[in-house]
Each structure stands twice: as structure tokens, then as C-alpha cells.
């Protein structure tokens, strides 16, 4: 065997996704597998592991409610090198059936587990959180200008604010060399809250709030984690924030004319409702929220977020610094996003179809 064909463990570099579970850690994870990473994944014991299925991958099961437990597991989970050499914290809560659970999740989680590698000594060459754009809360909502890392934080979501929280006080940990991304909404197959509308335009209906025009912004999931390990492998994003979205932004008619074409769907009707009329239906589906103790996709959260008129973004800080460049449409990015839901759909159909047989 001549040198260029050994490829050991102990030659790759390391890589820990915390949050590895949820729909875009699943393909942190596969993109790290694929750029040649000795992958670790951190998932609690309840997480599902259903994309999780390559046999490299190291899993490391952790106890976020339980601080000292959570030290022991990442200590007993360390690489040879007692430290990894990346770490991409994609953990997060993005709907609670209560509001406190954004805070002890977004930021008190963070806290606790940036302490415990600062305890072992394990202090990584990279450290990436997700954060996210809801964290600057509405900019510029007359003139659409697009929204860049200079904006002044001003969240008006529990969500958003639990997330600047956690952006505060990682600046604050000077010995860890941070890097913080802001995507805007990212889609793409496994995603449920964007497949939701898509599933109301495959019945022929697409509901928006507000009559006043709106500026969408889009991120493909392909190209939020191709930018995360550009992000990583340069020093020049260290203790930088970055806004992540692809440069363009689109209107409800035309995400729903990309979408009803990829359904195959010759008509669709569009449903405006009254931004009273939405507020109206997110406090209840909260309140019914909290009593089953099961979260909702609708909440006034939520209700504030489809309330802002302007995501339009300015992406040139990362463009400048890591060559951030989208390759994946909005058109390309749902065209692969309904291709993945009509092939589940019919594979459901099938198994039901079984089943009865």
C-alpha cells in the first residue's frame, strides 16, 4: 500500500455535530462524511437516528437538562486528541409549547456545553453556532432595504431573542474561536414546516398573511451546510457573524407559481387572510399548545414572523470572507424539494396499500 492510499482515523480531521437528529443535521452529518471528517454526532437517547444510518459515524448521546452529565459523556466521547477539531452546534429550538423552553434550550443548553469543553480542556479549532435571521428581528420594513450583518438586533419573537441571547454571550468567550451564521427560512426534503405549504398548494389552496406585498428570502439546505464547512475551514470567519441565504427574494406568487409547477397543479387559488384574522387563530393554537403540551407551527411567533414584510438579504460579508455562493435556485431548490415529497408520498401510499393487503 503506497502512502497516498492510507486514510486512517487518526488522519482525518474531527468533526462533532451537536444536534445531529434534526433536519439539517442529518446532512451536516452526510456532507462531513463525504468531505473525508471523522464525524461525531451528538443526539439525546430519544433522537431519531433514521438518517443517521452510515456506519462511521461516532454517536455521542447526551443529556442537555443534566450538566454534569453532560460534561462526563463529552469527555468519555473525546477524539485521540482530547479535542475536536470542529464543532458545528446546530442545536435548537425553533416552536415551543412554552415560551421559557426557547430560553432554556437556545441559550441555556449553549451555555452549559460551551462550559463543559471549556472544563476538559477541549477547546476546538472551529466552533460554529446557528443562530438565526429572526435573531436581528424586522429591518427597513418600508424602503425593503436588504437586511447585512451591520444590522442592529432588535428581535421581536421569543425565539429571535433567545437566539441573540445565545449570539451575546458566545461574544463574550473570547477563548473560543466562534463563528455564528444567520440563515434565512431553509427548505429542502425532510423539512416540515415549508412542506406544509406545499401541501396546501398540492389541494389547490396557498394562505398568506397580509395584504401588503412581502419580500421572501430562501436558503437550500445543500448550500447552508456546503457554506458552514467553507465557513470552518477559514480563519478569516472567526468571531464574525454571517447572514446565510441565496442573494435574491421572491414573492408569495412567485414561490407558489414554482411550486404549483413542480405539483404538477394547472390552478391554484390564493387565500389572503386579514393579519387580525392570523393573530386570532395563533393565539389559539397556542393556547391549545399549552394545555396538550404539544408545540404549534402556529403561535404568535410565528404570527410576528409571517407579519414582517422584509427578509430581503445582503450576503456580501460572506461572499467576501469564505466565497459563499449558492448553487441551488429557489425554482431548482423546490423543483428537488417536491420531487422528494411526491416520491415519500407515494411510498406511503404504498406501504398503506400493503397493509390492507
Known sequence: MDNNSKNTAADKPTLLVVGAGGFIGGFIVEEGLRRGYEVYAAVRESTSRRY???????????????????????????????????????????KCARFADFNRINYGYLRDFTEAIYRLGAVPGHFLFMSSLSALGPVDEKNYTPIDSKAVPNPNTRYGLSKIKAETFLSTQNWLPWTI??????????????????????????????????????????????????????????????????????????????????????????????????????????????LTLKPSTLNRDKFKIMRQRNWNCSVADAQADFGFSPKVNLEEGVRRTVEAYIAAKKAAAEAKKTVKA
Not at 443534566?66 to 435548537?92: C, V
Not at 436558503?219 to 435574491?248: C, G, N
Open 52 to 94: 443517521l444510518t452510515d456506519s462511521r459515524i461516532h454517536f455521542v448521546v447526551l443529556d442537555y437538562d443534566d450538566a454534569d452529565a453532560l460534561e462526563t459523556a463529552l469527555g468519555e466521547a473525546l477524539p485521540k486528541a482530547r479535542r475536536w477539531n470542529s464543532i458545528i452546534y446546530n442545536l435548537g429550538a425553533t
Open 181 to 290: 451564521f444567520r440563515p434565512t427560512g431553509v427548505y429542502g426534503p425532510r423539512e416540515q414546516d415549508y412542506l406544509m405549504m406545499v401541501k396546501c398548494i398540492d389541494r389547490h389552496f396557498d394562505f398568506g398573511v397580509g395584504y401588503r406585498r412581502q419580500m421572501l428570502t430562501f436558503i437550500y439546505v445543500d448550500d447552508l451546510v456546503a457554506a458552514m464547512f467553507d465557513a470552518i475551514a477559514s480563519p478569516d470567519t472567526i468571531h464574525k457573524r454571517y447572514i446565510i441565504s441565496e442573494p435574491a427574494a421572491y414573492t408569495q406568487s412567485q414561490f407558489r407559481t414554482m411550486v404549483s409547477k413542480a405539483l404538477g397543479r394547472s390552478w391554484v387559488v390564493p387565500v389572503k387572510l386579514p393579519l387580525w384574522m392570523a393573530y386570532v387563530a395563533s393565539v389559539v393554537a397556542e393556547k391549545v399548545a399549552a
